[in-house]
């Protein structure tokens, strides 16, 4: 897993922004990826995930699900991360037929609803790291 290295020279928990909507899945999915080392500052529509993107210019990964309120979907706004932030590790979630065939940005990667929370980190951690 990639880490960040403090001035101090301590590693940091790789920061990941996680955008879902409804807040007990949100919180379950937070619970999980903090517990497989990740630090997750979470956001309940595409406006906030941006704003905590824009918060946490260290963030190594995002995670949206492609049907999120806010002024544009999970699509759009994967597109646009990944557009402004290229080397950060994009995940889109989707349990909609049409989102397995979506527009999935160029070195993202796509995780069919339901999934188990155990296909989440590892798909993280191969984009963080490769």
Do not use: C
Request: glycine share 10%; hydrophobic share 40%.
């Amino acid at each position: 897993m990639a880490t960040r290295t403090s001035a101090s020279g301590s590693s940091a928990r790789p920061v990941v922004i996680l955008t879902e909507e409804d807040t007990r899945q949100r919180k379950d999915i937070a619970a999980y990826l903090e517990g497989e080392g990740f630090s997750v500052v979470e956001a309940g529509d595409s406006d906030e995930a941006l704003s905590r993107l824009k918060d946490r210019p260290e963030a190594l990964g995002f995670v949206t699900d492609a049907h999120v309120p806010g002024s544009i979907d999970g699509f759009e706004l994967a597109r646009r991360v990944r557009e402004r932030h290229p080397a950060l590790a994009v995940v889109l979630v989707s349990g909609h037929s049409d989102a397995s065939s979506g527009p999935v940005p160029e070195g993202g990667a796509f995780v069919a609803k339901p999934y188990l929370l155990e296909h989440l980190a590892p798909t993280l951690r191969r984009l963080i790291g490769g």
